[in-house]
């Protein structure tokens, strides 16, 4: 199975330097832009399904995206991580505390170890239930880190490098 990976589009909470976490936020005019564009990278691109997480900033993104051209499943387990308590609070000071919480949960979330394992959940399924297909998954760090760790990375190693943007990711699963 070959796995597009691609980060929902800008939000606000993107632009305010939030870490949204399970809060249910919507994009902003620059990412509603970014859709539309990540729409044109997959023109030449026969996909068979799109996968995204029931949070508003991925369903938007994969709506605009492609409309109705390409079914989309919409599954709660592609959720980024609940950083519980912590939801929409400043990046600056959620990040320096996301190792903390490999193990332990956030205050009323979940634990990377948690939300991966959910992912992960998704990502087996997906791997029984459409074997031979190309799929994009539209999501969040989160959504890519169960990618990532199924192709041998640590959670320790994904939270020590930063994220860079770039349209697209590519796996084979």
């Known amino acids: 199975m070959k796995i597009y990976f691609a980060a929902h589009a ?8 939030r870490a949204s976490g399970w ?7 620059l990412g509603k832009k970014q859709a539309k564009e990540l729409g044109e990278t997959f023109k030449n691109v026969k996909l068979d399904l799109i996968c995204c ?31 519980g ?7 600056e000071k959620v ?5 903390k919480h490999i193990k332990e949960p956030f205050p009323n979330g979940e634990s990377y170890e948690q939300a991966i394992n959910r992912i992960l959940g998704f990502y087996q399924w997906l ?7 190309t799929i994009l998954v ?28 770039q349209p697209y990711w590519e796996y084979e699963v």
């Open 23 to 29: 809060k249910d936020i919507e994009l902003s005019e």
């Open 10 to 17: 800008t939000t606000t909470d993107n632009e305010a330097k």
């Open 138 to 165: 539209i999501g969040h760090r989160a959504t890519q880190y169960g990618l990532d760790i199924m192709n041998g990375k640590t959670i320790e190693e994904l939270l020590n490098t930063p994220f860079k943007w």
């Open 85 to 91: 308590s912590f939801n929409g609070w400043p990046s």
């Open 53 to 83: 997480s029931n949070l508003r900033r991925a369903v938007d993104t994969a709506k605009i995206a492609f409309g109705d051209s390409i079914p989309i499943l919409i599954d709660f387990r592609l959720r980024e991580i609940n950083y």
């Open 127 to 133: 791997k029984i239930a459409h074997p031979n297909k």
């Open 95 to 99: 990040e320096p505390i996301k190792k």
